[in-house]
């Protein structure tokens, strides 16, 4: 989702000035990646301070799970990526007086049942938890979105949902395009509305409802 976001800020440049993250040089040159994209590995947290040097608003999509592959290499474990590396990333940016950090996370951190739970010894969304809950006890500004599950549809077609306390996740109503996702943390960085708030973001099928296009409005049900 991070190559959406950062197209999306591309598209803002008068507005923006923008940095993308990739973990190494060899994904920097597959992917083409410009002079702003930085090559860090976010376990490393030495690699981060020059990365983040200047950031206002920092964007962390970073997981291990995110396209579910549930075997890691050594150094990818759960542990070290979405929380040891998502606490690097914090720790880096509060250092250089980063103005407002929006973590995507996920829904179901708090449900001992969730489907996720078999998976990795059970720690994924625990670790996931973890570093949602580092991140507002840091005293630094912040917006955490939790999810219920990604789709790789197109954006700006559905009436997105805003909820509380993984009360969607049991419902037809919990998945979103990662288009969608991409657009809100976009969206998010001048409305004061999400400011120090955590909330479930989801969408109602394509087609039912209409397409949430007005995000002043949009943040307002967000409390
Ligand atoms: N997928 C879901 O259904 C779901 C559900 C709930 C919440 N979420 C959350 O939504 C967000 C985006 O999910 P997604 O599915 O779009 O994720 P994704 O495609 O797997 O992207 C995660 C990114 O993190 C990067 N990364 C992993 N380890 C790294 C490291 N050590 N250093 C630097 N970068 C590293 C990956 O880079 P590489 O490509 O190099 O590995 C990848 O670009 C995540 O925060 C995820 O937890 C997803």
């Known amino acids: 989702m991070g190559k959406l976001v950062y197209e999306k800020l591309k598209q803002n440049l008068d507005t923006f000035v923008i940095r993308g993250l990739l973990r190494s040089e060899e994904r920097k040159h597959r992917t083409g990646g410009g002079e702003d994209v930085?090559?860090?590995?976010?376990?490393?947290?030495?690699?981060?301070?020059?990365?983040?040097?200047?950031?206002?608003?920092?964007?962390?999509?970073?997981?291990?799970s995110g396209r579910r592959i549930f075997f890691y290499n050594e150094g990818a474990y759960l542990e070290q990526v979405d929380w040891i590396g998502q606490k690097n990333q914090i720790d880096a940016t509060k250092i250089i007086g980063v103005r407002h950090i929006i973590l995507v996370g996920s829904m179901g951190g708090r449900d001992p049942k969730h489907h996720l739970k078999p998976f990795a010894n059970g720690r994924i969304l625990i670790w996931k938890r973890h570093s949602e809950l580092y991140l507002v006890d840091s005293g630094i500004t912040y917006t955490l979105i939790k999810l219920g599950g990604l789709l790789d549809k197109e954006g700006g077609l559905r009436e997105l949902l805003i909820a509380n306390n993984d009360e969607l996740l049991p419902?037809?109503?919990?998945?979103?395009?990662?288009?969608?996702?991409?657009?809100v943390s976009v969206q998010e960085i001048p409305h004061d509305e999400v400011k120090n708030k955590a909330y479930d973001l989801a969408s109602k099928p394509e087609g039912e409802g209409s397409s949430t296009l007005d995000f002043k409005s949009f943040f307002s049900q967000v409390f």
């Open 38 to 64: 930085f090559a860090s590995d976010i376990t490393k947290a030495k690699t981060l301070s020059q990365t983040f040097l200047g950031v206002d608003v920092l964007i962390i999509l970073t997981s291990k």
């Open 171 to 183: 419902t037809q109503m919990k998945t979103i395009p990662r288009a969608d996702v991409a657009q």
